[in-house]
Nanobody, 132 residues
Framework: QVHLVESGGGSGQSGGSLRLSCVVT????????LGWFRQVEGRNERERVA?????????YADSVNDRFALSRDSGTKNTVFLLMTNLKPEDAAMYYC????????????????????????WGQGTQVTVSS
């Protein structure tokens, strides 16, 4: 099991920055893939914003590439951060931290999924608004 708690949302200005945090606990916290998703109010779909790969590298949606940065604390590695810079009005959404089981290939190797439907664990979300 994995438990996730987000914080750090709030109101940011266009061009400004916000940093979201996600504390990850549970016995399986080191065995899962972590990612950030966002959902705009009134829409059903959740958009993948950023995520870790199984080798620890990061990947981003095109809409936030070069503006958002994903990291995790170097000590316990129980907290992941999403630094959001150069905020745009379209970044306003509810942001969720989520965890998924890795995909293991029969011939070896693994990968982290990106489809939100494959993420089994979700935080409660943190709201981000952007004012112009």
């Amino acid at each position: 099991q994995v438990h996730l708690v987000e914080s750090g949302g709030g109101s940011g200005q266009s061009g400004g920055s916000l940093r979201l945090s996600c504390v990850v606990t549970g016995d399986d916290r080191t065995n899962v893939c972590l990612g950030w998703f966002r959902q705009v109010e009134g829409r059903n779909e959740r958009e993948r914003v950023a995520g870790f790969e199984t080798d620890g590298s990061t990947s981003y949606a095109d809409s936030v590439n070069d503006r958002f940065a994903l990291s995790r604390d170097s000590g316990t590695k129980n907290t992941v951060f999403l630094l959001m810079t150069n905020l745009k009005p379209e970044d306003a959404a509810m942001y969720y931290c989520a965890a998924a089981w890795p995909i293991y290939y029969r011939r070896g190797g693994s990968a982290c999924p990106e489809d939100p439907n494959t993420f089994a664990f979700w935080g409660q979300g943190t709201q981000v608004t952007v004012s112009s």
